[in-house]
């Protein structure tokens, strides 16, 4: 990533690093030979302090005193010299102290240091400490000389060389460490950096999921820090908008289902509207145009009045018949007609069905097979079965062409019996078969005119069989049509 944290957190980190070694590199060169040409002013005072002590209670020519003075030579590595009143050696610190000698006599009775060699750090009634430099070996000293509180001359010194030596050595090891500091830290930074951003890339990734819907992935880290507590908030996060798009979704659903009934519904009303008024329209002008000829009295003689009364009185019928259907029809879609479920006896049903309709079979000239074992009993409604049977049958009859055969057959099926009715005449357009069943639907209106039909019948038959949860359907065949429908046989 081009605005990595891991990048940014070790880059952080290692200049602040950086910084923090140059920073002390800095104030080392610049301040640590002050600081040790401080400590050195200090080291000299504290001998010359106790050479003044060790006169004060007579310890001076002690051994327990030149142990001591040794141990502070040696600690602050200063070289003293120390003259009785005769000028003679009492103490030295080491072999040169001729050397030391002379040098204290020419500092007293000579001033062999130029200005310029030399730089006054302090000076009393008693000594002079200054930094100087030696014009013989041209070595850098810090030197402190006068009289002790006893009038005993002194001397004590301490090479510069040696501080500056150390300051170096101390600066070249600072750098080296430092250096050592940053690739190591640099390194351990890289790890941890990359330990603490890995599971906020997971959390990257899985929010990015997120972001396309996808839930399924979730944060499996253990940490227990912020880090474990926002993969927590977002498997939470997940699982809420999960959920939560579930129910849109499902509420969508509900509302489009809702949306698309009430359109259904919509339509289903305009059309039946335009239907009836259609299927009215004929009867009522019928009606209408025979009832002003009886008013107006136009033929006289009592035949034709007959007849247009007949006219009257059977379009009247129709209209009736028409509405009925449609009150059965209406009951049946809306569940105000309850089901109550019998077992009969499903061929005697027929029997006595077809019984009622000899008369109309003979005028027709239609011959009526009747096929299926006796008895046959079988579980539904027997009023609403009787009214699909009789549904088919007004069917076939007004549809029944060529050889004028209707064929009933029974047929028992596992659980079920299936009546099926056959007659023989022209096929249903295959266009037109998916469509039968909807109310007003008529395949050849002229036809449909002629036997008084009103195209709700077929829509009765769907209604009943789907308020006893039973199949029906239609088959064309090259010689005629068969309607069937099923029942529960147990």
Not at 222 to 241: A, C, D, F, P, Y
Not at 416 to 425: A, I, L
């Amino acid at each position: 990533m081009k605005y990595s944290i891991k990048k940014q957190f070790a880059l952080v980190y290692i200049g602040l690093m950086a910084a923090t070694i140059l920073c002390c590199w800095f104030i080392n060169s610049t301040f640590l030979e002050n600081y040790y040409m401080n400590n050195k002013q200090h080291a000299l005072l504290d001998v010359y302090a106790r050479m003044n002590a060790a006169f004060a209670d007579g310890s001076v020519e002690s051994e327990e005193f030149d142990i001591e003075l040794q141990k502070l030579c040696g600690k602050y590595n200063v070289s003293m010299l120390l003259l009785d009143e005769d000028s003679q050696t009492l103490k030295a610190t080491m072999h040169e102290s001729d050397i030391l000698k002379r040098q204290l006599l020419d500092n007293i009775f000579f001033s062999n240091v130029h200005p310029d060699q030399e730089k006054i750090l302090e000076r009393t009634d008693d000594y002079v400490l200054r930094s100087m430099s030696d014009p013989r070996t041209h070595t850098e000293f810090i030197e402190m000389w006068g009289f002790l509180e006893s009038g005993n001359l002194f001397l004590i010194r301490t090479p510069k060389e040696s501080i500056m030596e150390s300051v170096g050595i101390a600066n070249r090891f600072l750098a080296y460490t430092g250096l050592a500091a940053i690739l190591i830290g640099s390194i351990v930074i890289w790890f941890v950096s990359k330990k603490i951003t890995e599971p906020v890339l997971e959390l990257a990734g899985i929010s990015e999921k997120m972001i396309r819907l996808d839930f399924d992935t979730k944060y499996e880290g253990r940490m227990k820090n912020e880090i474990g507590v926002l993969g927590e908030n977002i498997n939470q996060l997940s699982r809420t908008l999960e959920k939560t798009i579930s129910e849109l979704k499902t509420a969508n659903n509900e509302l489009q289902k809702d949306v698309e009934k009430k359109e259904k519904i919509d339509e289903m009303r305009k059309e039946f509207l335009s239907n009836v008024s259609h299927e009215l329209k004929t009867p009522i002008a019928l009606i209408q145009g025979y009832a002003e000829g009886l008013l107006e009295n136009i033929n006289d003689d009592a035949q034709s009045r007959n007849d247009y009364c007949e006219v009257i009185v059977d379009e009247a019928g129709k209209m009736n018949q028409m509405v009925q259907k449609l009150l059965t029809l209406n009951q049946l879609e809306f569940g105000n007609d309850v089901v109550a479920m019998e077992r009969f006896d499903l061929m005697d049903m027929t029997e006595t069905f077809l019984q009622s309709m000899d008369i109309l079979l003979r005028q027709s000239g239609i011959r009526v097979r009747v096929e299926g074992e006796k008895p046959c009993y079988v579980w539904a409604d027997e009023d609403k079965a009787g009214e699909v049977l009789r549904n088919y049958f007004s069917n076939a009859m007004n549809h029944c062409k060529g050889e004028k055969i209707i064929h009933i057959k029974l047929v028992r099926t596992q659980d079920k019996v299936r009546m099926s009715v056959f007659n023989t005449g022209e096929p249903i357009p295959d266009e037109a078969l998916p469509h039968i069943w909807e109310k007003f639907y008529k395949v050849d209106k002229a036809r449909t005119r002629e036997y008084g039909g009103s195209g709700v019948g077929l829509s009765i038959v769907k209604a009943i069989m789907e308020a006893m949860n039973g199949d029906y359907g239609a088959v064309n065949y090259e010689n005629g049509v068969e309607f069937w429908f099923e029942l529960a046989a147990k």
